[in-house]
């Protein structure tokens, strides 16, 4: 369409427009940078060429561009509907006319298809071109039948039991460069003319050639909310770390959190972001700049994978992922589960933005009531669903001898040390302090008080108080006897696989945590810790004496899992969605 010099295009049309996505797939592309235009005029030092998506926008802009005299491809485009087939050749005939009065020789027009361009060349005798074709993508994927008027594509697959399913999804959530990937388009409406062109451009011909493969090593954008504790942070750091040691993969966190500069700390690329809450903006307005930034970023680094931990995504990053430039990524939702049972099955519906639903195995699935294991999402588009072994930070940090942890803690060599960790998501264990602090009295043991990150430190009139900021606790777990904790996915896994000293879970109940009284439960009915239910107030301090005397006696537990076990499931399902969105 243009040669290779023209590095810079402003796109004129209306966002979402499929063609516009769909040029990401030439092999001229790696090369390119788009620009969404509204004001050709102004955007004059800022592209070297303009794509215009329709012959209306083009004769909405046309003086503008010809006083420019920039390279112009106007892309025109048939009928939507047989009631529109006379407004549209008319607005052809005119644009067409209007070039031939201005002799202007910088716009050329183009037609999506050859069928499109021999019907439109019909109506005028300027030469039409047609967009060069893309190159075809096989393999086995389901047929969608994509209908105009409905904001819903409804298709059938094959599920993992050899069943087929019917699968439904919102036709908006996907930039065309992907949807050409996961599916084979056909137009439900044979009387719309410019779906019709659409799609069959969309499914490439074959033997053109494809774009040159991507090198480099795999690289993942992460998009970190700011979450509650630290659990979106710890999960998405163990994830990186695994791919960082089986593949070599460039890792960026696209960071919300305050926890940023842990993050940072861990090795990895930060881009520090700010919520609307954070900088009290209007939420449209930071949703609209965050997309720009957004998309910014996958155009520069072209990632092969942009992943989400969290509850749902927010629309920015949707269309940050729709932007010209912007779609040759797989999509990873890394959603836990042990959600309470209440919780509504519409939390299951981000389904349909993903390419793979990754689930860190709980200890506890067994007693898992939430969505994830009894519900169904109503939007699933053309997702598949990975439960993996336990998710947490241990395997790939270094931890510390009982001297050398206690040593770097500050700890006292002979002393008996209870770890208090109760987390960034709780307030007030006031109620529980006089009770476990008289009972490490009696015992000789000493409180050591974990301060989040995230929390300001516990409350104490003690002088003899010991508090230390541990993040993350895995290394340092060696310098205690025993811990109390609360029972959130990583600090439950963390203390319950490959750990011998006494545990003792103080779960809360809120509904926006998972559901941690289930969780805890369990692994107090297999003999793993001891709980305090916090709708059994009156049991703790029979719990809490008999937890004390267990770290006085120095008591270990042997009947925990022993090992974590390996991801290799998951590294080679990244693999594949590598392999993918690099075709």
Known sequence: ????????????????????????????????????????????????????????????HLPEIIAMGLPCAVILRRAESMGQISQAEESISLLADSLDLSESETVDLFAITPEAASAIQTLTERPIKTLPPLHQITGEKPTVAIRRDDPVISF????????????HAELNVYNWVRLRRLATLIAADPRDLDMEDIVTFSRGVAGVAAPAVRG?????????????????????????????????????????????????????????????????????????W??????????????????????????????????????????????????????????????????????????????????????????????????????????????????EARKRLGLKRWGRYCLMSLGGAFGNWDELLWTVTENARKNGVTLVWAQSPLSPPPDSSKADTVIRQIYPLGPYLSAFDGVISATGYNSFHELLINYDKPVLLAPTNLDRIDDQIARASYAGDQGWCDVLHPTRPEDFPDIIARFMRMLKKRETVDTRPKEFLPQTEMVQELDALVKRYRN
């Open 1 to 60: 369409m243009f040669p290779e010099q023209v590095k810079r295009l402003g796109i004129i049309g209306p966002f979402g427009d499929p063609v516009s996505q769909l040029l990401e797939d030439y092999p001229e592309d790696a090369d390119r940078s788009y620009l969404w235009v509204t004001d050709p005029a102004s955007a004059a030092e800022l592209v070297d060429a303009f794509v215009v998506l329709s012959q209306s926008h083009a004769l909405t």
């Open 156 to 167: 059938s697959v094959t599920n993992k039991n050899g069943e087929r399913e019917t699968r």
């Open 216 to 288: 480099g090593p795999p690289t993942m954008v992460v998009v970190v909310p700011n979450g509650i504790g630290l659990g979106h942070v710890t999960r998405m750091m163990s994830i990186g770390m695994e791919l960082r040691k089986a593949r070599g993969y460039r890792v960026i966190f696209w960071c919300f959190s305050r926890a940023a500069a842990i993050v940072q700390a861990a090795g990895f690329e930060v881009v520090l972001r700010q919520t609307f809450g954070h900088i009290d903006a209007h939420p449209p307005d930071w949703r609209w």
């Open 290 to 403: 965050e997309r720009v930034e957004f998309a910014k970023l996958l155009r520069d680094v072209r990632p092969d994978i942009v992943s989400y931990d969290g509850g749902s995504f927010d629309r920015f990053l949707i269309n940050a992922m729709r932007t010209p430039g912007c779609g040759k990524n797989a999509v990873l939702w890394v959603r836990r589960g042990m959600m309470s049972a209440g919780t509504p099955e519409s939390v299951l519906n981000p389904e349909q933005f993903s390419d793979l639903v990754l689930e860190p195995g709980d200890l506890a699935v067994e007693v898992d009531k939430g969505p994830t294991r009894v519900g169904r999402a109503e939007y699933q588009g053309f997702c598949e669903s990975l439960v993996v072994p336990s998710v947490t930070l241990r395997p790939y940090l270094n931890s510390y001898s009982r001297a």
